[in-house]
């Protein structure tokens, strides 16, 4: 949420490494990881960032760009690209690298468990600004507008399940997180 950041092991900020097209592979690599959990396969890859290429083309840009943000992810502790599975994907340890949109899918994804605790945690990922504010792409649509909904839909959940006098001043800055993503 809000920009892109990465962050070396030695806390150093390593986003200015990544070009347009490695951020692009990255960030769709890492949102069908955390999304979906296999990753994204190969056709898929292709399909979204080399449409344009023949099938050798495609290949060769794929291999060096690939190369090119596994030397990027060496800088970071626990997080490596990989295709072990048949699909490409990011591997991190979740105790060593702080990914904010799996914060907020295991939020969103018990909405049943949302309490006020956890529509706090909500609201602090989203203070940082909307989901990738400076990034945009075609296939990142369909995120967004997800993401948008969900978070419009969790507030209004909760909002649904506790009376207003309970805590006024609390739904009123839950009415405000709506407009922001309405």
């Not at 979204?48 to 023949?54: N, Q, V």
């Amino acid at each position: 949420f809000g920009d892109l950041q990465l962050f070396d092991r030695d806390g150093a900020d390593i986003t200015k490494y990544f070009t347009p097209l490695i951020r692009e592979l990255f960030l769709v690599v890492l949102l069908y990881t955390i999304k979906w959990g296999r990753g994204i396969s190969t056709e898929k890859l292709t399909e979204i960032l080399w449409f344009d290429k023949t099938t050798d083309s495609a290949r060769n840009n794929r291999s060096v760009n690939i190369a090119k943000l596994k030397a990027i992810l060496d800088k970071m502790d626990s997080c490596q690209i990989s295709k072990t599975t048949g699909y490409w994907k990011i591997n991190f340890d979740e105790q060593l690298v702080k990914i904010d949109y799996s914060q907020y899918l295991q939020i969103v994804g018990g909405k049943r468990e949302i309490d006020k605790q956890r529509i706090n945690e909500l609201t602090n990922i989203i203070h940082r600004g909307s989901f990738l504010s400076n990034v945009e792409y075609d296939w990142l649509d369909a995120f967004k507008s997800e993401i948008s909904n969900e978070i419009i839909d969790t507030y209004l959940h909760y909002a649904d399940s506790v009376a207003i006098a309970d805590d006024p001043e609390f739904l009123i800055n839950l009415a405000n997180y709506v407009f922001y993503f309405d």
